[in-house]
């Protein structure tokens, strides 16, 4: 993948990606607009106000992804400091598109990747789509959540950048914690990267919000993973990324 990203391709992809979601909805409003007219001013008008809602929510969405995805610092990844000559592990779910940022930002980093993705599980046709337009690196390692293929103590810092929310399963998801915490130094960090389930994200994507975690769910998460968070750092309003540590290590 390309280090340098386009100035419009956060939100392009996401349009690219569930370009069927906008086909669907489009027509939708198309079919509403043309036969409005067979019915009472009472239901045209109800047709009106659910068509201004639906292309506000739409337009806000892609307006707010623009902002995170395009204008903001949200990949140069400010929040990773000293990672040369470190081993380090970033883990996806499908799509990485953050192993080539750190792998030229860090040039001296031993940095594993691994994805998650399991095409019988995550059977979304987004993910499908940008995985044939954006081929994993050929150095990634395929892996499940339950048990990851490396010693305890192995990395430095770990990575899980906008991926951990496709663990829907809150079971699963406190394992996957666990191997992280397994597999990380003591004296280690791990870096968990999100939109949370609140309200600035359910301005933004309205019923698409429930798509992710609150932050209640990911506190209990980490209690259970017997992890602690050092820190949270906002990258805008909408991103959330979570500093993780070991239990009895502190800054």
């Known amino acids: 993948m390309e280090l340098k990203r386009k100035?419009?391709?956060?939100?392009?992809?996401?349009?690219?990606?569930?370009?069927?979601?906008?086909?669907?909805?489009?027509?939708?409003?198309?079919?509403?607009?043309?036969?409005?007219n067979q019915f009472s001013l009472q239901i045209q008008t109800s047709f009106n106000i659910v068509v201004l809602v639906a292309i506000y929510i739409i337009s806000t969405s892609l307006l707010v992804s623009f902002y995170i995805y395009d204008l903001s610092d949200l990949y140069q990844l400010k929040w990773i400091e000293n990672a040369d000559n470190k081993k380090i592990l970033n883990i996806n779910a499908g799509f990485d598109e953050t192993s080539e940022i750190i792998i030229n930002k860090f040039?001296?980093?031993?940095?594993?990747?691994?994805?998650?993705?399991?095409?019988?599980?995550?059977?979304?046709?987004?993910?499908?789509r940008a995985r044939r337009a954006y081929p994993p690196n050929p150095n990634t390692i395929s892996v499940v959540t339950g048990r990851l293929p490396f010693l305890d103590n192995t990395f430095d810092q770990t990575f899980a950048i906008l991926s951990a929310h496709e663990i829907r399963n809150q079971a699963e998801r406190v394992q996957f914690f666990k191997e992280l915490n397994r597999i990380t130094k003591s004296s280690g960090q791990i870096f968990v990267?999100?939109?949370?389930?609140?309200?600035?994200?359910?301005?933004?994507?309205?019923?698409?919000f429930f798509h992710f975690h609150s932050h209640h769910i990911w506190t209990k998460t980490f209690i259970q993973a017997n992890l602690t968070v050092a820190n949270e750092i906002k990258t805008t309003p909408f991103i959330t990324t979570f500093v993780l540590e070991k239990n009895g290590i502190t800054n």
Do not use: M
Request: proline fraction near 3%.
């Open 7 to 36: 100035s419009t391709q956060g939100v392009l992809n996401i349009i690219r990606f569930n370009w069927h979601f906008y086909l669907i909805a489009f027509i939708i409003l198309v079919i509403l607009f043309l036969f409005k």
């Open 107 to 128: 040039p001296k980093a031993d940095l594993t990747i691994c994805d998650f993705y399991n095409p019988e599980k995550h059977t979304e046709v987004s993910i499908k």
């Open 193 to 208: 990267t999100e939109h949370l389930r609140d309200f600035n994200n359910f301005w933004a994507y309205s019923i698409g």
